[in-house]
């Protein structure tokens, strides 16, 4: 979503042959699944498959659940103190060891989800800084403040962008306890970090943070234009209070997309002025930059200095630039369009089917000959009321032998599982949504995850969600175990056969 400044300045089938593994730098594994679970659309035709997602015609009423007959609503676990409030928006996901770690704007919380069916609060951290984009490495935790403070700390408080002393920038936690996580170090970067990108060096002794900002302003000490740069922190694991800024990279030397003026409803294109989140595939060197006006695909080989392959511009559908995913083999990227900041109602007939969308594309060539070529949109096929906030956000690759599916957040609009093996012929196989929030209110699903079995979601409004996809496209996807999981950080899953 856009920051706040901005304003005031998203059965395993019988003839399976096999199960994937998931790749990532010193990623710890459970162990792997004996059986797939039971459910009722096993043995269906791909036509059958296809009625069966059929949704129910018109808008839910309001909270009312609708889901097509694949998904089964879990668990929910409400809001609880001290994230009850309507400012304490639930935000990104991280995941460790059977645990679920969520972002909020006052501070984050971990859940035990070793049961799914009946997941618990393990710990609360209530540490104010929207939006705290959160990643996991290890024994630590990373959490991003874009929002002016007043200090470092945790009991910091709200200061105007225009005081030169304010504080925004990284925060680091030892989590070794996850019943009480430890403030470790702090690191301030320019223009504060909307998001950042857990990046792995390859001899597995430190990370680097991408961190993604963007929104400067002349009146703003500490983020004046020109800003069309990245922040990289590095943080030795052995010694995370060493954590230190290293660069200030500039990506955008000729300034980027100029933008164009416009509403919602006429189109318009917000000029670059940094990233607003970026998603790197270490075991391929590869980067995906969701950057406002543009999508930008680097090699990031040398972690330190990451170089552009090639950019994207979309002036006639995207309007933000938000969010990328790359299909397992590294040959596709999917970047999401957050049309209206995350809080506008455009999943309906009179903004259409093209904006606000996905944009799909697939990468061609080689080297530093690789391109991004664009194939089709996708966006989910159902209206949303005019009081629902409703647009492409976050979401993760489900690990399915030989296909590119998709689970994704759409905030009130719900959770879609997509298939986009066909870069030109993406559509919807699944879904999972609630009718509109009582008075007109915003919220919805800012991020849905596939995580060792089970989609996860962190819900603005309504807490945390547990969804059990119970299809047997995506069934061998039950068999894969990781130990940590990062989604703007991606691993690779290799077939293995046995």
Known sequence: ??????????????????????????????????????????????????????????????????????????????????????????????????????????????????????????????????????????????????????????????????????????????????????????????????????????????????????????????????????????VPLRNPAAASLLDERVVFPDGGNPGREGTIESGYVRATSGCHDITVYPSKDLAAGACMGDGVLWDISDRERPREIHRVQDDVNFAFWHSATFNNTGTKVVFTDELGGGGAATCNAAIGPNRGANGIYDITGRGDDRKLVFRSYFKIPRHQGETENCVAHNGSLIPVQGKDIMVQAWYQGGISVWDFTDSSRPREIGFFERGPLPNGAGGGSWSAYYYNGYVYSSDMAKGFDVLDIRDPRVATAKLVRVGELNVQTQGHYRELFR
């Open 1 to 234: 979503m856009e920051n706040n400044r901005d304003t005031s300045r998203r059965r395993a089938t019988a003839a399976a042959v096999g199960a994937f593994a998931l790749a990532l730098s010193a990623v710890a594994w459970g162990p792997q699944a004996t059986a797939a679970p039971d459910d009722d659309l096993a043995g269906l035709s791909e036509a059958q498959l296809e009625s069966a997602e059929q949704q129910g015609a018109g808008i839910p009423g309001v909270d009312e659940i609708r889901n097509s007959r694949n998904i089964k609503h879990l668990a929910n676990l409400p809001k609880q103190a001290p994230f009850d409030n309507t400012s304490s928006t639930y935000t990104d996901l991280a995941f460790q060891d059977g645990y679920a770690f969520d972002g909020n704007y006052n501070g984050f919380v971990i859940y035990d989800i070793r049961n799914p069916h009946q997941p618990k609060i393990v710990s609360s951290v209530l540490c104010p800084g929207s939006q705290n984009d959160i990643s996991v490495k290890d024994n630590l935790l990373f959490l991003s403040t874009d929002s002016s403070r007043s200090d470092s700390s945790c009991s910091s408080t709200s200061l105007p962008a225009s005081n030169k002393d304010a504080w925004e920038g990284i925060k680091v936690f030892d989590i070794s306890d996850k019943r009480n996580p430890r403030y470790v170090a702090a690191v301030e970067t320019k223009c504060g970090s909307h998001t950042h990108t857990m990046v792995p060096d390859k001899r597995g002794r430190d990370v680097y943070l991408y961190v993604s900002s963007y929104g400067p302003d002349a009146a703003f000490p500490d983020c004046k234009p020109p800003h069309d740069l990245i922040s990289i922190v590095k």
